[in-house]
């Protein structure tokens, strides 16, 4: 976690599908998109994007960003990222781009503890 030049948030964090699959930003079957969102800061919106996925179904560890669009002093609160998962058959082999079956978002919760300083 760190503050970027223009003082905006950008979290880095990891995830393992513990199912047959991949977690994905969208999937043309579906309607729902991967998201970030902050209760606490409920005007502040935040791009979620996939840095690096291993090339399995067997489940794969995915390395995850998000930057917020804007800057502010305080980003402490209690953040929701979801996620949608995506099974594929055991029968079926990693591609590119990923077969698989969309699912309902699955839920995780950070709390995150980060205020900006300005020195003079």
Not at 25 to 48: E, I, K, R
Not at 51 to 64: A, D, G, L, M
Not at 97 to 120: A, K, M, S, W, Y
Request: aromatic share 10%; glycine share 4%; with cysteine.
């Amino acid at each position: 976690m760190r503050i970027n030049g223009l003082g905006q948030l950008v979290v880095n964090f990891r995830t393992e599908a513990r199912f047959r699959g991949l977690f994905v930003l969208t999937h043309p079957a579906s309607l729902l998109t991967s998201v970030v969102m902050c209760a606490d800061h409920p005007g502040l919106t935040y791009n979620l994007s996939l840095v690096r996925s291993e090339p399995t179904y067997s489940q794969p560890i995915q390395q995850w960003t998000f930057i917020s669009d804007f800057a502010v002093r305080d980003y402490s609160g209690m953040y929701t990222v979801k996620l949608i998962p995506c099974t594929s058959p055991p029968s079926l082999e990693y591609s590119l781009p990923p077969v698989c079956n969309p699912r309902e978002p699955l839920t995780f919760d950070l709390d995150i503890r980060f205020q900006q300083v300005h020195l003079p």
